[in-house]
Structure formats: structure tokens, C-alpha cells
């Protein structure tokens, strides 16, 4: 009895051992592993995994990567690195470590196939990694390369997830997989009809490979999944270069097919019975060809009827790779369903975009629609206000590295800078010209051209960085098709703002009073003790100072350059007279037509944008001739013309 429990407890420590032991069972199948082949190798990798050792994770990824070595003498396995003419060996079970000269040793080079396979034996244990990064990443290299034989590791790792990202990742290759290995047919069409519900590249591209079509051309429609039938009379050269290259019917015969033939058969002065000298035209040529054809010298002549004849005796059509219709009926369905709900993000996420350019024309014209609405005053400088309140943001994160506490000092300083300039330029040049608007144009055309060079004098003509705070950074992803960078936003926040700020000036203060008298009726406001001449100073600082504003939004995310402003003006101009000269909502209404056009034609032509800014002026150009008050056009003023 105690011969037997002793030789039991021996065979238990051999087995145990044995089990510990990876070496031993890459000898085993040494040949395969020296010189292994996609079709072999699935045995062996079903061996290791069968072990469940730990280091086979390990071995298999030096496997992989090419970082396997094999003694020449001993055929012993090795995990190494080369350095120089030196290995450093890894015991494959121990981990324990020596260095020997490379000589006697040789690099195990598996080739694409089976690294592949390799892969896919190594994803079982990546998937069920304690670490989250190894985790993710063997996720993503299923998602590269899905195969059938992944989707059952991946749905056991799903028990023990406990990242919630990884694991919504995993219900989606699953479903992803599912749909296109599943065994059972009511789970894919289950698997495709969950895909429906999603809008991303992915699952449009899973659809695709289901939906996807290989050309045929036969005598009779087979008895297959039939995707589409052709005519072949709508491309009749195509469809029969198709016949040919199915060996169901010989080329054309060519023109130069003829005269090769007719040049090849000359005899005694004819061809075909033919004299050479009548063979001056096609119908003569054909004939004397078609006479070489009857006699056997030259093939039959494939002519246009022989085409047309051989066309309508076959079918041509598209079949499914997929064999059953079930599927791909229901794979069909659910892509209609996936390309309607992209159309309607898409259109949203346009709406988006549109949006926020309309903010951002906004910011840029409301001083303009200030200034130009109350003084009549065509300031063509009123883009370097913009472009001056852009560089003295930068000017102040160069002082102030926090760029949060930057940009909240940069938006009053900007407005403070250029209001004063505003002030400035209004009282030295403006109030001299009033009433005399091609003067105005001229002066203000002239100041923009002086500002834009005293920047490059002071700046240079390299773009500078206005840097947006980290907090705005990236973009509010909705979903894989609608997004919106945080800046913008913000910039449409903005707007907001200083729509509600300048509604509350303009109807809750006594300034605001004043210059909605003196907008309507200057003559009658200076009667009642008001004083245009004031109000039109304040009233062009205040534009002013609003462009500077919109300069430290506008350049949180376009260039800061001295040409900046020109980027601008032509843009405010049009959302003012479009929405209508002097009305704060007209030129909400004329920044949201204008943003929304340009965003409308740029969808249309998206590689010319140069073309879309011309549809565009040509447009507003028409809508100008019908309205030329604009969208809200203003009451009064006309009393005082």
C-alpha cells in the first residue's frame, strides 16, 4: 500500500511539474515551432493555451515579434534580444537570464500567416489582463482585424470586465463579430438588426462587407443570392469585354485586326478574291475579311451584331458573398436605417457648424452694425479693431501664463484699447467727413492699410498664438458624426452675451436711449437737449470696442496676423446690410443667413471654398435687389435725410 500512495504522490509531482513546464512542450513539437505554417500551427498554440501556463502570454508575444532563438546543438527555445554579436537569453519557464555569443543560435522568423494566427491565440489572454492598457489594446487589434475564432474569447473575457469602457467596447465587437461569424443565422440577423441602432464608420463598414457583391455573367440567372441584374445594352463595350474575359465569347475583331489580316493574305494582288485596290473602304475590307474567315485563314469577324447577339443571350448581375438572403435582407434594411439617421446627424452637425459661424460673423459685425447704423459711417478700419484686440490677447498671455486668468483680463483690456481708438480715429478723422460717404470710405480704407503695417512693424508678418485655455480644449462629441469643439461654443456663448448686453444698453439705459433718438431722428434728438455729436463719439467707441472683443474670440482659433481684420470685413459688411443697417436683431438674422449659406455651399462644393464665397456675394448680391432694407429693416431716420 505504501509502494502504491508513493508511487501515486511521484506521478502527481511529475504531472504538476510537467504542467509548470513549457519547454517541455514546445520540444515536443519542435519542428512545427522552428518551422511552423499556418495550417500546423493551430495544434500546437491549442496545446499552450490548453496549459493555461502564465508564461505562455509571454512567449507567444517574443514568438510574434521575432524575438524567439533556438540552440543549433541543443534545440533548446529561448526568448532573446540581439546586441552586437551577443544574445541575451530569457529560460522560457524560469525567466532566469545569461549572455552568450550569438554563434550556434537561430532566430525564429515566423512568417505574416502565422503571426497572425499567433495573434489571435495571444488575444484569449490579453483580453482577461490585469492590465487595462493590454486590455484595450488587444480590443483595438480585433477591431483592425475581426476573425471568426475571436468572438468566442472575447465573449468569455466578458464576465470578469470591470473597466465600464472596456466592457461597452466589448458588447460592441461582439455585436460587430456576431454579425458576421455568428453560427446561427438568427444571431447575425439579431447581431445586425443591434447595428442598426448606431450611426459610426464601423458598423457602416461591418454592413458593407455583408452587403458586399462579386460581378457574374452566365447564360441563365443562377440559383444564388441575386444582389442586382444588369443591362447590358446601357455600356454594351463593357459588359461584352466581361463576356470575353469569361471566356464566353472572342474580342472584337478590330480595324487594325483587318488590315493585319488583309496585309498578311495579299496574293497575286488581291485578298480574299479581293483586288488591293478596292479594299479602300471598311465595307470592302470587311468583305474580303469575311471571305478569309469561310475559308479558315483568319478567325470569324466579331462584329457589332455578333456583340449585340451575344449580349442579349446572357444575364448579368451581382451576387452576394453572403449565401443567405435572410441576411443580407436584413443587413440592407438596417444600413437604409444607419445612412437616414448619418443624413439627419449630418444635417445637424452642419446646423451646428453654420451656428457657430453665424456667432462668430455676429461678434465681427455688431460693432459695424452699431457704428454704420447710427453714423452712416462706412469704416472700412473696422477689421484692424478686430485684429487689434486679437494681438493684445496675445500681447497679454506673453505676461500672464495662466491662460484662463489671460483671456478674462484680455477681453476688457481689448475692449478698452480699442474703444479709445475708436474715440481717436472718430475725432480726428471721422467727425470731419460725416455725410460725405465715399470720403469716409477712402479715409477709413487708408487707416486699415496704416494699422496692418504699424502691426508688421510691431508684430512681424509670422502668425502669432492666442493659446485657448486647456479647458477648451477638444471638442463636445455627441455622437460619431455630430461634434463641436468647446471654442466655439464658447465663442456662441458669447455672443449671446453681448446680444443680451447690448439689447440691455440700447433698451435699458439712458445712453441707449439717446442713440436710438439720435439713430431715428438726429434732428429731433439734438432738439430735445441731446447731442449727436457726443452720442456718435460714444457710439463709434462702443463699436470699436465690441470688434476688439470679437478679435480676442477670433483669434482663440483662427490666425493672429496683421491681415487678419481683411479676413472679416467683407463678411461684416454683407450681415449688416443683409440683416438690415442699424437693428441689433437684424444683424443677429443676417449673421445666422450668411453663416448658414456659406456652410450650405460649402457642403456643396467642400474643396472650393474661394467658389463658395463667390455663390455666396452673388447671392446676397440678388437678395439685396429684392430687400434693400434688409431682413429687419429699421423705422425712421429718413425724417432727418
Not at 589 to 610: C, D
Amino acid at each position: 500500500m505504501r509502494i502504491l500512495l508513493s508511487a501515486f504522490v511521484f506521478m502527481f509531482c511529475a504531472m504538476a511539474a510537467s504542467a509548470q513546464d513549457l519547454q517541455s512542450l514546445l520540444q515536443d513539437n519542435a519542428d512545427d515551432i522552428a518551422k511552423p505554417s499556418r495550417n500546423s500551427i493551430g495544434v500546437v498554440l491549442d496545446q499552450m493555451v490548453a496549459t493555461g501556463l502564465p508564461q505562455v502570454p509571454a512567449f507567444l508575444e517574443q514568438w510574434s515579434d521575432k524575438n524567439v532563438w533556438q540552440d543549433d546543438i541543443t534545440g533548446t527555445f529561448f526568448m532573446a534580444t540581439e546586441a552586437d554579436d551577443t544574445l541575451t537569453l530569457t529560460d522560457i519557464d524560469t525567466g532566469a537570464e545569461t549572455t552568450v555569443p550569438s554563434d550556434g543560435f537561430t532566430q525564429l522568423k515566423p512568417n505574416g500567416g502565422v503571426r497572425r494566427v499567433i495573434g489571435t491565440a495571444l488575444v484569449q489572454f490579453q483580453l482577461i489582463d490585469p492590465d487595462t492598457t493590454r486590455r484595450a489594446a488587444a480590443l483595438e487589434s480585433i477591431a483592425r482585424r475581426p476573425e471568426a475564432s475571436q468572438l468566442a474569447p472575447l465573449m468569455a473575457s466578458l464576465e470578469g470586465e470591470t473597466d465600464p469602457a472596456l466592457l461597452a467596447r466589448k458588447q460592441n465587437l461582439i455585436t460587430i463579430l456576431s454579425a458576421r461569424f455568428a453560427e446561427d443565422p438568427a444571431d447575425r440577423i439579431a447581431a445586425i438588426e443591434a447595428l442598426a441602432e448606431e450611426t459610426s464608420v464601423e458598423t457602416r463598414a461591418v454592413l458593407n462587407q455583408i452587403l458586399a457583391t462579386k460581378p457574374g455573367v452566365a447564360t441563365d440567372l443562377p440559383d444564388a443570392n441575386i444582389a442586382a441584374q444588369h443591362d447590358p445594352m446601357t455600356g454594351p463595350d463593357g459588359y461584352y469585354a466581361a463576356l470575353v474575359a469569361a471566356d464566353l465569347a472572342t474580342p472584337l475583331t478590330t480595324p487594325d485586326d483587318i488590315r493585319a489580316a488583309m496585309e498578311a493574305n495579299i496574293i497575286d494582288g488581291r485578298v480574299g478574291g479581293v483586288p488591293t485596290a478596292q479594299l479602300d473602304t471598311d465595307a470592302a475590307r470587311a468583305r474580303a475579311y469575311a471571305t478569309l474567315a469561310a475559308a479558315g485563314t483568319v478567325p470569324p469577324l466579331v462584329g457589332i451584331p455578333e456583340r449585340d447577339n451575344a449580349l442579349n443571350t446572357h444575364v448579368f448581375f451581382d451576387t452576394y458573398t453572403e449565401d443567405d438572403p435572410a441576411i443580407t435582407t436584413a443587413a440592407r434594411n438596417a444600413l437604409d436605417q444607419v445612412e437616414t439617421a448619418v443624413a439627419l446627424a449630418q444635417t445637424v452637425d452642419l446646423g451646428l457648424d453654420a451656428l457657430s459661424l453665424a456667432s462668430i460673423y455676429f461678434l465681427a459685425a455688431i460693432g459695424l452694425a452699431i457704428t454704420f447704423g447710427v453714423m452712416g459711417v462706412i469704416n472700412m478700419a473696422h477689421g484692424e479693431f478686430i485684429m487689434m484686440g486679437a494681438y493684445t490677447g496675445y500681447v497679454i498671455q506673453l505676461f500672464v501664463p495662466d491662460y484662463t486668468i489671460a483671456i478674462i483680463i484680455a477681453l476688457p483690456t481689448a475692449f478698452a484699447i480699442t474703444f479709445a481708438a475708436g474715440v481717436t480715429m472718430e475725432r480726428l478723422v471721422i467727425r470731419h467727413l460725416y455725410h460725405r460717404p465715399l470720403e469716409t470710405l477712402l479715409a477709413t480704407f487708408g487707416i486699415s492699410i496704416a494699422l496692418q503695417q504699424l502691426a508688421k512693424n510691431i508684430f512681424g508678418t509670422q502668425a502669432r498664438p492666442l493659446t485657448s485655455p486647456a479647458w477648451l480644449d477638444g471638442a463636445w462629441i455627441i455622437s460619431d458624426v455630430i461634434q463641436i469643439s468647446y471654442i466655439r461654443i464658447a465663442i456662441f456663448i458669447m455672443a449671446l452675451f453681448f446680444l443680451a448686453l447690448i439689447l440691455f444698453i440700447l433698451k435699458r439705459t439712458r445712453l441707449g436711449l439717446e442713440v436710438r433718438a439720435v439713430t431715428q431722428n438726429p434732428g429731433m434728438a439734438a432738439s430735445m437737449g441731446i447731442n449727436p455729436d457726443r452720442i456718435n463719439m460714444l457710439t463709434f467707441g462702443l463699436g470699436s470696442g465690441i470688434a476688439g472683443i470679437a478679435g480676442v474670440a477670433i483669434g482663440l482659433y483662427a490666425k493672429v496676423t496683421s491681415e487678419m481684420g481683411a479676413d472679416y470685413i467683407v463678411q461684416s459688411f454683407m450681415t449688416v446690410v443683409v440683416g438690415g443697417v442699424g437693428n441689433v436683431w437684424g444683424t443677429l438674422a443676417g449673421a445666422s443667413l450668411i453663416g448658414g449659406l456659406q456652410k450650405g455651399i460649402e457642403w456643396f462644393n467642400p474643396s472650393n471654398t474661394l467658389a463658395a464665397q463667390t455663390y455666396m456675394i452673388l447671392f446676397i448680391i440678388l437678395f439685396i435687389q429684392f430687400r434693400p432694407k434688409g431682413i429687419v429693416a429699421l423705422k425712421g431716420r429718413a425724417a432727418a435725410d
